[in-house]
Every structure is written in C-alpha cells, then in structure tokens.
C-alpha cells in the first residue's frame, strides 16, 4: 500500500508527520487506546519495570565505554579512574553495576510471574519463546560485562565458562581456543568481550520489540488467565496502566537507588577488587548470584558433558514448555495442584541459589541433586501429566464478573490469591 | 481431591532422600575433622563501630589524617597505593599547604633532560602516590618472596571490609605450642592458613600521634582501617548525601504517583 496516511491529529506538526509517517498514531493505538484487561495485579508492572532498566543499562553503559579501556594492561585501572576521577563516574558505574543485579531480579519474577498465570500458553508460544531468548542474551550480555573489569573473578570467571565448552566431544577444545583467540583467556578475549558486550544489548533491544509485537497481537494474560470477552472486561493502557506502571517504576527506583547509594558492593565480591592475576587461583570461584541455579545445576551433575548439556538444558526447556504443560487452563488460580508444584519449583530454584553459592561438599551436593532432578522433573513429568489428571476449580465467565463481585475494579496488592477455596 | 497433598508428599520425598544422602557425607565431614589437630576456622570478626558506617556516616578526619600519618611511616615501606594522587589527601581535610608538602617530600621520575638522560624532580599534587618499589619483583625479593598487596581498594577486596583489615593488623599471636611455623611467617588468628608474610607491622607506640591521642595498638589500627576505607570509597560521603536526598525525593514522587493512581482508577469503581 502506498499512499499518505489520513491523520486524526490537530496539532499541524504532529499531523504533518503523521500523514508521512503514522507513528503517533501507531503509539496512539498500541500505548494510549490499547484496550488491557482491567484486572492485572502488580506483577504486571515487571514488562514495564524490565524496558526501563534496559534503558538504563545502555544509558550508563555508553558512558562507562567513553571512559574504559579495554586491554589487560589498562582495563582494571580505567574502572578505578572512572570511580574517583570522572564527574559522577562512580554513580554510572554503581549504576551499572547494580542495574544489572536488578535487571535479573525483574527479569526473573517477570518470568515467573508468566509460570503462575500460564502466560507462555496458546496463543502466546512465541511471544514467552522470545521472551527466553531475551533471557539468554541477557546472561551472555552480563557474563561478558563482568570481564571487563579484568578483576580475578572477571578472569577466572570467564576461564571457567568458556572452558565448559571443552566437554564437547572433537571439536571442544577448538572451539574453545577460538572462543579466546588464543591459548588462554587474554588480550584477545578482553577485546571480542567489550565488542560483543557493546552489540548485544542494541540486539537485546531489537528482540524486544518483536516481544512486544506479539504482545499487541495476542494481547496480554491477566490473573484470571481467561481470554478477554467483551470491551467491559478491558480499559485503555492510558492512563489507567501508564499511571499504574509509574506506581512501579517509583517503587523500583526506591530499591534501585537504596542500593546504589547506600550498599553498592551488596551483590559484589571482593576478589573482583583484585586485578586479574592468570597464576593465582581464588579459593572460590563463584559467578554472579544470578547464575548461581545454573552453577548449581552444572555441578549437580557428575560428568562434565552431562552437566554443560544439563545446565543450557535447564533454559531450552523453557522453549516447549508451551506444548510440555497440556492443561487447557492458564492460571494457576484455578488449578489447585499446579499451583503447589509451582512453589515447589520455587524452593528447588532458590535451593540450588544456595548450592551454587557454597563449595561442592556434604550436604550442598545432595541438596542440588534432588533440586536439579526436580527441575526437570517438574517441566518434563509432571507438568505432561498434571494437566490430564488435574480437575481446575470452575473459571469465572469473564474478567468483569468476578471484579464486580470482589467490590473493586481490581484485587490489587494481593496478587496470586486463589478467588475460591477448593 | 485426590492429589491434594501433592506438594508436601513431595516435600517430604525430597527431604527424606536429603536426609539419607546427607547422613554419609556428615559422617564423612566428622572425620575429617577428627583427623585435623590444628584449628581449620578463624575466629568470626570483631564488629566495630565505624564513624563511616550506615546512610549518614562520615570519615572522621582526625582518625583518617591519624592513619595516613601510619601509613606514611610504616605501611608505605612495603605497599603501595597506585590508584591515589597526592591531590586526593584534600578529601581527608588536609590543606593544599599540607598536600604540597607531602608531594615534595618524595622524588619522582621527571621526564629527560636536554642530553637525554632521565632525572628526578620533587613530587607534586598532581602525582600518584609513590610506590616502594619499582616492580614485583623487587617487592617480593624485599619480603621473603610475599607480593604486598597493593591498598588503594584493599579494604573492598576482602570479605568483611574494614572489620578484617582490623582484625588482621591486631590478630597477631605467638603461635600455638606444636604447629610449624614456615621460616619467616608469622601467625595471625585472621589469615586464612594463620601463616602471614607480613610481619606484625603495629604495635603500641608504633607512630607519634601530634593531636594528643595515645597510639595503643588499637587506636593506630583503627586509624589506619579509617584512613584506607576512606582511599578505596573517596566517593563514599558525597554518594550517601547525594543518596539521601535521592531516596527522598523517590519516596515523594512515589506517594504522588500512588494519590494519582488512586484518582485516575477512583472513577472504575461502579
Ligand atoms: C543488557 C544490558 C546490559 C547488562 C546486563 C550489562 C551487564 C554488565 C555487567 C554485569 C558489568 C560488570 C560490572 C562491574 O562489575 O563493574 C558490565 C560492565 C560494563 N558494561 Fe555493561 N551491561 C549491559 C549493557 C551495556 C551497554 C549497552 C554498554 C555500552 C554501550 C555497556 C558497557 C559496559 C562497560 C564499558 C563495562 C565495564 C565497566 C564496569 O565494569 O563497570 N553495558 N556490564
């Protein structure tokens, strides 16, 4: 179709914009009349919360760039001249630091929010798959940003993950050796870490917007998990959601800032302060807490194969859990065993946080085990089996009976309630 | 319902297969500590009261002036302190007079002179600290073969911060009667190992204190510990003031976001 666009806007700019090229009028239709469920609980907030800290990420990231070098020579040394000499240098680099703590901590309960109310469910299959590629990038992106500071954690660190590729049969220790760039992590590594760090956000970003493409055509899930039936059951995203989001993005702000200002080492570890040193091993090498369950997972596992296999695998399940989960309902609300499971789930992760951060010994092993088996055991049994098993509590017949019936337009701060006891 | 109780039949699956694999590797822990005579744990760090900890702390500028004072004359022997100018001794209280001073009062490289030849000037504000030693090498040559660390961000380089920083400076001890010592080490109830290169570098009296303040073993370790937090955070005051008021202003705008959100959603009420 070529042709100019019909405006609606009055303001003469805005409008002869828009007749070349409809983007207020595609933000107008996606972001102010949008027609949302009325019913969402705070756990909505987390898209919105997810997209402002990606901002802040590439916002502060771009100036760390302007000031850090990267070489193995200069890099620990840069990061120190950007946290006393560089105006507002250690804010940005707090900020970045602890944005990405946070981003992890948003991410994560966004996910799980999407495991409670089955929004990875038909029709949103590729809208929660692309939701886990983000996730993937993400963790490449922050496992790379955590060698830039060439601190003894950033080397060995980055020793220990690019060598679990080693335990690819043949071709393993090739691929590692290209990974580096060399013989061991180096000058090299440091250089194609910054590169790809630099890219994979701006990529991050692209897939974020195809995220949020689906979004708009499938619409969003609500807590109820049932498909909205009529324009009762919605409100329009402005101002109603643009308001509520704020109410989180205030909120987040207040932790993010708590952190930053106050405790900004809270999620550091000390050996990163220690510039990289290729011939001292650290007592512990421990990554990130936020791939401490996948640490764990690695290590559960007694051959090494099985647990490179085992951990990327604990993330590629999460691609067909649309077609692994085979019950018709959505939210766990309604589903009286899931939503046992579901916490379950829960502990077994948070577990296997704890494991990933203690030394393989006594007890930690074992916890990890049965935490990894139930993993697995969750997505690949019992999630099959539930759904032709389970009988789900009666669905209400649209989202604006039950808001009526509850008194208020919406259950707001207690989310995750069960609307009727079994 | 049938399933009902599938999560804590679960549950307690998990923990009953926890318990029996856990009862062999305690068993297992139990004798490897019974076969250890020696101590295998430090002590648990004293906690001290810090003037710069909390929201609201400040450096206290007496003690850190107090503990470059310690590490001018004692510490500087061994570590250096590469990341800090001269001109940064500003954030400590000392005057510009003070500061020029203490630059002069080392040579540093000064570049060549007009046949080529490399010469030596006083130092000035705007040099970095200079270190004892040219190289590691030389430092290590200098302590039995133990590399100094380096202590311009020492004190967020070990677990417990400030804490063990202080509790290694007053953890020296004769060594307990039948543990071999390595030649040259000295026993430290906060090392990890209890062996240490560092040899016990305060003790009472260790400096003259110009202010009137006795130099006890104590005092001088927590002026020191002051003097290097204050090096490894400069930003640290600066960062919770700015930190106060932002948090401030996130609480207000986040009660007039909440009162708006209230208004805006008041009319959905039917
Ligand atoms: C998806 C978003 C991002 C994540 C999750 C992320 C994560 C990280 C992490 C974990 C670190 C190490 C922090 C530290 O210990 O100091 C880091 C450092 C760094 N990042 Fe990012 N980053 C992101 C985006 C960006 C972008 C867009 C840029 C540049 C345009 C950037 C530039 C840098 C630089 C220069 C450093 C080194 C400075 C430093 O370590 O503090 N980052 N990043």
């Known amino acids: 179709m070529v042709g100019l666009y019909k405006s609606d806007f009055k303001n003469p700019v805005v409008n002869w914009i828009d007749t070349r090229m409809p983007v207020f009028t595609l933000m107008q239709k996606e972001y102010a009349a949008f027609p949302t469920p009325k019913n969402f609980n705070y756990f909505w907030n987390f898209g919105a919360l997810a997209m402002v800290n990606l901002m802040i990420m590439i916002a502060t990231g771009v100036f760390l760039a302007m000031n850090y070098t990267p070489n193995v020579a200069m890099a620990f040394n840069s990061i120190e001249h950007i946290m006393r000499d560089v105006n507002w240098g250690w804010l940005i680099r707090y900020a970045h630091m602890n944005g990405a703590s946070m981003f992890f901590i948003v991410v994560y309960i966004h996910t799980f929010r999407g495991l409670y109310y089955g929004s990875y469910k038909a029709p949103r299959e590729l809208l929660w798959m692309l939701g886990v590629v983000i996730l993937l990038l993400m963790m490449a992106t922050a496992f790379m940003g955590y060698v830039l500071p060439w601190g003894q954690m950033s080397y060995w660190g980055a020793t220990v993950i690019t060598n679990l590729f080693s335990a690819i049969p043949l071709v393993g220790p090739s691929i590692v050796t290209w990974l580096w760039g060399g013989f061991s992590v180096d000058n090299a590594t440091l250089n194609r870490f910054y590169s790809l760090h630099y890219l994979l956000p701006f990529v991050i970003v692209g897939v974020v917007f195809f995220h949020v493409i689906a979004l708009h055509i499938t619409g969003s899930n609500n807590p109820l998990g049932i498909d909205v039936k009529s324009p009762q059951d919605t409100i329009p995203f402005h101002p109603y959601y643009t308001i509520k989001d704020s109410v989180g993005i205030c909120v987040y702000l207040l932790v993010f800032a708590a952190l930053v200002f106050f405790s900004p080492n809270f999620f550091a570890s000390p050996d990163n302060y220690i510039p990289a040193n290729p011939l001292q091993t650290p007592a512990e090498i421990v990554p990130e807490w936020y791939f401490l369950p996948f640490y764990a997972i690695l290590r559960s596992v007694p051959n090494k194969l099985g647990g490179v296999m085992m951990m990327f695998g604990s993330i590629m399940v999460l691609f067909v859990l649309p077609w692994l989960d085979t019950s018709p309902v959505r939210s766990a609300r309604f589903r009286p065993i899931y939503r046992q499971v579901f916490w379950l789930l829960v502990i077994a992760v948070l577990a296997l946080g704890a494991v990933g951060a203690h030394r393989p010994q006594g007890i930690w092993v074992v916890i990890g085990r049965v935490a990894t088996l139930y993993y697995f055991l969750h997505f690949l049994v019992i999630l099959p089996i539930l759904g032709k098993l389970e009988r789900p509590l009666p669905l209400p017949e649209s989202i604006s009976r039950p808001v009526i019936r509850g008194g208020g337009p919406m259950p707001g701060g207690a989310p995750a309630k069960p609307m009727e006891k079994p | ?270």
């Open chain 2, 1 to 270: 319902m049938r399933f009902k109780y599938v999560a804590p039949a679960l549950l307690l699956g998990a923990a009953l297969v926890t318990a029996l694999g856990a009862a062999p590797a305690a068993a297992q822990q139990d004798v490897a500590k019974f076969k250890q005579s020696q101590p295998t744990e430090a002590p648990s760090l004293p906690k001290l009261a810090w003037s710069f900890d909390g929201p609201f702390g400040t450096f206290d500028r007496a003690s850190a002036q107090r503990g470059f004072l310690i590490y001018q004359q004692v510490c500087s022997a061994c570590h250096s302190m590469d990341q800090l100018y001269y001109r940064n001794l500003s954030g400590i209280g000392l005057s510009e007079e003070q500061i020029k001073a203490i630059a002069a009062s080392v040579q540093v490289p000064g570049g060549v002179n007009d046949q080529g030849q490399p010469i030596e000037r006083p130092g000035l504000p705007s040099d970095h600290f200079k270190a004892p030693f040219p190289n590691e090498e030389a430092a290590r040559a200098a302590n039995n073969g133990a590399l100094p660390p380096d202590q311009s961000v020492l004190e967020l380089a070990r677990e417990g911060g400030p804490n063990y920083l202080y509790a290694i400076l007053t953890g020296y001890r004769d060594p307990p009667a039948g543990l071999k010592m390595q030649p040259g080490m000295s026993y430290n109830l906060y090392f990890p190992g209890f062996q240490i290169a560092m040899p016990q570098p305060l003790q009472d009296d260790s400096v003259q204190y110009t202010d009137g303040v006795k130099p006890t073993l104590d005092q001088e370790a927590k002026d020191v510990v002051t003097f290097l937090t204050w090096a490894a955070n400069p930003e640290m005051e600066e960062r919770k003031q700015t930190g106060v008021r932002v948090v401030l202003f996130l609480v207000f705008l986040t009660g007039v976001t909440y009162a708006t959100k209230r208004r805006i959603w008041s009319d959905l009420h039917h």
